[in-house]
């Protein structure tokens, strides 16, 4: 995708449509005709426990498993054609949290100017329905991204620290936090941090804030003895005094 306007400069519509992106529930990706993943939200990659970043550069048929060949034989064809619709397609895939196999309908549609070939697809993933909460469903294990802003929320960073340290904007790790609280039916920061302990998503006993299993290291402190935040790796946010 082209950013830059006839000048040279970076054109500020980029700016407006990843805000939007980062703000949308839906899962959305921008990919290259090929499958090339340029652009992912937060929604889309929390479906693999990521963060949106780690989807670039990564191919949508890596991530998901068409039910039909036959459906991406005919988003091929119709691209080859030039011909500008959008086609759903049936897919599978692995949670990045659980494990578990989801299914959903790819919606793929290609967008940019009609006189771009091949153009740019703009892929809309609709999940279908998970099983209603329940004991099972709340013992499920936070994805990797999930536990990490648990642990650095439990050790009192903010939601911009968080975001600066994982390389999530503030409504990105805002996604995280309202999507556990979804599902594991509580409200607020406190109730979250203190739902990771019940379930065991973060370790009891143990300083700086982290998973099971996690290494167990003493919080530091900078030369000048300012105070930090401690992050979930064992690393420390520092805080102004």
Known sequence: ????????????????????????????????????????????????????????????LDLLRPRSQAQIDRVIDAL????????????????????????????????GDPSETPPALLALLRVHEEPPPGPARDREAASPVETR??????????????????????????YHLTRLARRWRVQGRTALVAKAYVLGVLAPGVWPPAAPGAADEGPRRPRDGAPEVPSASGCSLRKDP
């Not at 011909?83 to 990045?96: D, H, K, L, M, N």
């Not at 009192?156 to 990105?172: F, R, W």
């Open 1 to 60: 995708m082209d950013d830059a306007t006839a000048d040279g400069s970076v054109s500020p519509w980029r700016n407006y449509f990843l805000i939007l992106l980062d703000r949308i529930p839906v899962p959305i990706a921008v990919c290259k005709a090929d499958g090339e993943v340029l652009i992912a939200n937060p929604a889309m990659a929390a479906e693999w426990g990521a963060a949106p970043g780690q989807l670039r550069g990564r191919n949508l």
């Open 80 to 111: 080859r054609a030039g011909r500008r619709s959008r086609y759903p397609v049936e897919v599978r895939w692995r949670a990045g949290g659980d494990g578990a196999e989801r299914e959903g309908e790819l919606t793929v549609d290609p967008v």
């Open 149 to 174: 802003i648990l642990a650095l929320a439990a050790s009192g960073a903010t939601t911009a620290a968080i975001g600066s340290h994982l390389g999530l904007t503030v409504d990105g790790v805002n």
